[in-house]
């Protein structure tokens, strides 16, 4: 009996495995061009050119910045491009060269005021950005870590080089690459994660107070309440 089981659940397993199966997956995205637009007047819009016309965009606008996005599939094959920009009663068109079309997605800068692109994000906004981030984890951590009861100055002065170290790092990778949020959050977990090894490595090695179970519940707490800070930053700040 268990034999003509087994057989039975052996032939509805290979039915299953014959059975044609439909599957659905995403394509990858067309080439991209992003333009992060500075300096720019309520009505500001930006347009790019290409040999079959206007290129459909994307606009949107996170705190103080306006981003334009552009799809398209010549973008960084087929040479520089032109775009239109408009705003506050003035027009202008500007080049963009192929050196700014390298990467994917191709990120610019644009000044709406001095008519002028840089390629990627400037250093003084990721300076700004970074510089934000940091201060506002190492708040929120610096209060749980009194609240732990952490009053020596030997290890306030560990916890300031450890967060400034690490959390350094991880809002500068964060920086890195589109300031589009997707999939950032997804990064931003995994890096907390070896945040969360790198820290309780340094508290239980280089801070002497309290008892070793009570530093690494703070290390958990502190990477738990900003891991939740860093994921909202990262729907009202731009990245």
């Known amino acids: ?23 659905y997956t995403n394509a990858a995205e067309p080439p991209a061009l992003v333009v992060i637009m500075t300096n720019a007047p309520a009505d500001a819009e930006v347009s790019l050119v290409t040999a079959a016309g206007l290129v459909e965009v994307s ?22 491009f032109t775009l239109q920009v408009s705003g506050n009663d003035i027009r202008y068109e ?11 997605p191709g990120v610019i800068t644009l000044d709406f005021a001095a008519q002028t ?26 209060l749980v870590f009194y609240l732990f009861g952490f009053r020596e100055k030997r290890s306030w002065r560990v916890f300031l ?7 350094g790092l991880l809002n500068i990778a964060l920086n890195g690459g589109s300031p589009l949020a997707v999939y950032l959050m997804f990064k ?7 945040v969360f090894i790198a820290e309780t490595a340094g ?23 900003s891991l939740l800070l860093g994921g909202y930053l990262i729907t009202v700040l731009p990245v």
């Open 1 to 23: 009996m268990k034999q003509n089981r087994y057989r039975v659940l052996v032939l509805v397993l290979a039915v299953i495995c014959l059975v044609p199966a439909i599957a």
């Open 59 to 80: 606009k949107s606008r996170v705190a103080w910045e306006t981003y334009y996005v552009f799809y398209h599939r010549d973008i960084g094959t087929s040479g520089e």
């Open 94 to 104: 500007q080049t963009v060269g192929v050196q700014y079309l390298n990467s994917y």
């Open 117 to 142: 692109i840089a390629g990627g994000k400037l250093l003084s906004r990721s300076i700004l950005l970074v510089g934000l981030r940091v201060i506002f984890t190492l708040v929120i951590e610096g």
């Open 161 to 167: 080089a450890m967060n400034l170290l690490t959390q």
């Open 188 to 194: 931003l977990i995994i890096m907390e994660f070896w």
């Open 203 to 225: 508290a239980l090695v280089l801070i002497k107070e309290h008892r070793r179970l009570r530093r690494v519940a703070f290390v958990l707490t502190a990477n738990l309440l």
